[in-house]
């Protein structure tokens, strides 16, 4: 089945610390990918998008995203948390044929400690 | 100010009883989505509509119906058929067909006892 896969469902990191968070997709052709964050008590917001081009996506807040076709990947990173990262992290993928059928990732929880 | 509303924020049933789960938007969006956000499931796509008159089914559209009567409107019913009703419902909007990154609302949260 089609699906959206992330790794690592919950993270723990000290501020400072690296942070890549892995997604995977089963879809063949063309996507549209995108990581949406949502913060304690708020709602989901796009934090970056990748439809074409460089495959190496910048975000808000210093974060970025690496799409390698060739492995179906579409991993997160950030260079140095901070405790304000706490939050869930959703990958999710726009499947092909543009059909407007949007799959999320089941979600990895991030948290910094200070 | 443009958004999405969902209403009520809360909503308790008792077993056996459909309810709907109402979704407005005057974003002018065409696409709209529901989800279900369960706790390390992420958020799973019960149906979407790309215009009016017009809606698919999602990963997990059992026990689940739709309408797209209006552009601005796409209301869930819930019915006694869904087996595990209780959970977060999610509904959201776009200008068009997911290459734009999604809107969403403030949620309504279903106890069904």
């Known amino acids: 089945a089609q699906s959206v896969s992330q790794h690592n469902h919950h993270v723990i990191l000290s501020e400072a610390a690296s942070l890549e968070l892995g997604c995977n997709y089963s879809?063949?052709?063309?996507?549209?990918l995108f990581w949406y964050v949502q913060y304690p008590g708020q709602h989901l917001q796009l934090l970056l998008k990748?439809?074409?081009?460089?495959?190496l996506v910048k975000g808000i807040k210093g974060f970025e995203a690496e799409f390698i076709k060739s492995k179906f990947s579409f991993n997160l990173r950030k260079p140095s948390v901070q405790w304000s990262d706490t939050a869930e992290y959703f990958c999710?993928?726009?499947?092909?044929?543009?059909?407007?059928?949007?799959?999320f990732g089941q979600g990895t929880t991030l948290q910094v400690k200070p | 100010d443009g958004g999405i509303t969902q209403s009520p924020k809360y909503l308790f049933r008792k077993e056996g009883q459909n309810v709907t789960l109402s979704c407005e938007q005057n974003?002018?969006?065409?696409?709209m989505y529901w989800y279900r956000q369960d706790p390390g499931q992420g958020l799973r796509l019960i149906y979407y509509?790309?215009?009016?008159?017009?809606?698919q089914k999602g990963d997990i559209a059992e026990g689940y119906s739709v309408s797209r009567e209006k552009k601005e409107s796409f209301p869930l019913t819930v019915t006694s058929a869904q087996k595990n009703p209780t959970a977060f419902y999610l509904c959201?909007?776009?200008?068009?067909?997911?290459?734009?990154?999604?809107?969403f609302g403030n949620g309504t949260r279903l106890t069904v006892t």
């Open positions: 879809y063949g052709g063309t996507v549209n």
């Open positions: 999710a993928v726009n499947a092909p044929g543009n059909t407007g059928k949007l799959i």
């Open positions: 959201a909007s776009t200008p068009d067909r997911g290459s734009s990154p999604l809107h």
């Open positions: 509509s790309q215009i009016v008159n017009d809606f």
């Open positions: 990748y439809f074409s081009g460089d495959p």
């Open positions: 974003l002018n969006h065409d696409a």
